[in-house]
């Protein structure tokens, strides 16, 4: 559909793209949530519809985007169900969009300007078009490759040259003098209201498992290829020995390795660069008390993949505590915080 013309659609009044739920943003006329916790559940439905389009994508952080960009659903662009600020731009087709709006915004350095958006037919079409772009499936989206850890996600979308790296902590923002970056945010939302229970495996069901399932109690055998979460909390264990400082990236790669070897060789068994039975018994902390440290990190990481909402801070903390002790119940474990070996093997095994 061609573009409609700014006199025809012009629009007063909200923060557009950089409400980031702060602020004065107006109530669109039409705006259909009536609370928080209104929006929440159905940007949760619409982000989970939508993620066919771009299923390696977590969901997660697409909720936490609509949040802030739209100021919890009551931005004027709210009102046409663009819930991402996305633009109308030359030579870049939106396959969902249904026309577009020229509306006023104050997201350049806090300068007053209009800008043409898009307007679509639903929430779903909204968000199908931001995993387009995040995903890098439109002509002028600079991302390519997004990776699914929800953490990673964050810190990933905000890498220069993407075109959140600056958001919310520019000179003049609106947010400003007590901003904090776009990816902290991000995490913040994510973690205060559980997002995580939201996202979904590659079959299409939450990646919450079931709290009432054992996991196994016996340790994976990691090596040069494997990947996932039990590879991330190997390279936050590894850094815990105050030895190493891997990038934590849930790939087990050259460093890794390295790091694995090294280690074997500090405690006299064989140097193969496998994290086997062995190497975890050993390499393993006990934590039960107040500590920060990369273990306690990797617990709260760990918990999180559970829809926790353990805010990831690397301070062991009576919140994470507490945690732990639930995860341990509802896991046959003794239930009194300590995570030692036989919680470690749940957490890397789930």
Known sequence: MSPVSRRSLLVTGGAAAAAFGLGSAVRAEGAQFTSNSAFLAAAASAAQTANKVAPRVPVAPMIA???LESGWGTTTLAAYNNFFGQKAKLGDRD???IGTVWVKTWEYQGQEEYAEFHKYASMADSFKSHYLYVS????????????SDTDQFCRWL???????????????????????TYDDKLIQLINTYGLRKYNLTSGGGSTCGNPGTPSSRSFPTLKAGSNGTSVRTLQ????????????VTGVFDAAT???????????????DGIAGSRFWSTILPTVSTAETSSAARAIQRELNDYCYGVPVTGVYDSTTRNSVIAWQ??????????????????????
């Open 329 to 350: 119940r509802n896991r046959g474990l003794p239930a009194d915080g300590v995570v030692r070996a036989s919680t470690w093997a749940t957490f890397l095994n789930s």
């Open 95 to 97: 396959p969902y969009s």
């Open 236 to 247: 936050y264990i590894l850094n815990n020995t105050g030895y190493y400082r891997l990038t």
């Open 257 to 271: 390795k390295s790091a694995v070897v090294a280690y074997q060789k500090r405690h006299g068994f064989t140097a």
């Open 65 to 67: 985007q609509a949040i």
């Open 158 to 180: 905000v890498t220069a040259p993407r075109a959140y790296a600056t958001a919310g902590c520019a000179p003049g923002s609106v947010i400003s003098p007590t901003c904090s």
């Open 136 to 147: 890098g499936q439109t002509g002028l989206s600079q991302y390519r490759n997004p990776p």
